[in-house]
């Protein structure tokens, strides 16, 4: 992926310039990380998921108290994605950041629950959902467990726990760190859920168990629905990770990331790639399974 090049965004429902400010220094997404976001991929000129995407946040900003105006609705918010690739002349896969935060008011008590959105792009190399070349080479990470409550669930702009794991990979060099939540049980990776096969089925963590509700996640639970592959959702020990066949992490961006090592064990990468394949089939579906 290329860092952004894109030079518009859209500011509640209005186009401005990325290079200018409309943030105060007493917005609550930087006072208090007062906000959720979504990540959303655009393919072949297809926005991906986008009714999955939009449930998720607005059942997030039920669960914060936020108000959720009528304008929010998916067919708005996808005619202004489509407006503003192309103003910002996009031919190419396009990664959407959709962000909606409190507005500003009150110390930790708001003053309103009113909220605003913001719409950016980012222009990426890979066209299609491609599989990855090696494997990832993974670790643990141990230095903090995710607590396991509701807000666990949700993608919101308090992400320190994802930060820290993700400077605990860079530094020792890894391709991702696997979380651990409060239990010590398998939660997800820096910013993907994870997958487990064994013997032909797969396995992974339920989301009482602290993961984020991914949308790629839905998808390959959808897939494995509808392909008559047994899929478990349940408690997952650590020791999974020696156990398994095959290990693969999904988020909405990159599609699918096949595990080639952890530790001195070796993965093989079938079902990776044959959900690879089916995300690449709805990708030229006229119907995106929502």
């Given at each position: 992926m290329e860092a952004a090049t894109d030079t518009f965004c859209n500011f509640n429902g209005h186009l401005i310039s990325i290079y200018e400010p409309v943030i105060s220094f007493a917005?609550?997404?930087?006072?208090?990380?007062?906000?959720?976001?979504?990540?959303?991929?655009?393919?072949?000129?297809?926005?991906?998921?986008?009714?999955?995407?939009?449930?998720?946040?607005?059942?997030?900003?039920?669960?914060?108290?936020?108000?959720?105006?009528?304008?929010?609705?998916?067919?708005?918010?996808?005619?202004?994605?489509?407006?503003?690739?192309?103003?910002?002349?996009?031919?190419?896969?396009?990664?959407?950041?959709?962000?909606?935060?409190?507005?500003?008011?009150?110390?930790?008590?708001?003053?309103?629950?009113?909220?605003?959105?913001?719409?950016?792009?980012?222009?990426?190399?890979?066209?299609g959902y491609c599989l990855n070349s090696p494997g990832y080479n993974v670790d643990v990470f141990h230095g903090i467990r995710k607590t396991k409550n509701k807000l666990a669930t949700l993608k919101s702009g308090n992400a320190l726990i994802y930060v820290l794991a993700g400077i605990y990979k860079k530094d020792i060099k890894l391709d991702d760190v696997i979380l651990l939540n409060d239990e010590g049980n398998i939660c997800e990776s820096v910013s993907s859920n994870i997958f487990f096969v064994k013997n032909g089925a797969l396995y992974t963590p339920t989301l009482d168990e602290g993961c984020?509700?991914?949308?790629?996640?839905?998808?390959?639970?959808?897939?494995?629905?509808?392909?008559?592959?047994?899929?478990?959702?349940?408690?997952?020990?650590?020791?999974?990770?020696?156990?398994?066949?095959e290990i693969f992490l999904t988020n909405a961006i990159q599609g699918i990331r096949w595990i080639g090592e952890y530790k001195t064990k070796v993965y093989q990468n079938k079902m990776a790639m044959f959900f690879t394949q089916k995300l690449n089939e709805v990708v030229t579906e006229k119907y995106v399974p929502q």
């Open positions: 917005n609550r997404a930087f006072r208090y990380g007062d906000a959720l976001f979504e990540t959303i991929r655009v393919v072949n000129g297809k926005i991906m998921f986008l009714h999955d995407h939009m449930r998720r946040i607005k059942v997030g900003m039920t669960m914060l108290r936020m108000n959720v105006p009528h304008e929010l609705g998916a067919d708005a918010i996808s005619n202004l994605i489509h407006q503003l690739i192309q103003v910002n002349q996009i031919t190419s896969d396009v990664r959407i950041r959709f962000t909606v935060f409190r507005n500003e008011g009150g110390f930790y008590t708001p003053t309103s629950n009113d909220i605003s959105f913001l719409i950016e792009t980012e222009t990426l190399e890979e066209k984020v509700e991914g949308v790629m996640r839905r998808q390959i639970l959808d897939l494995a629905q509808r392909n008559r592959i047994l899929c478990y959702e349940i408690t997952i020990p650590l020791n999974t990770m020696l156990n398994s066949d």
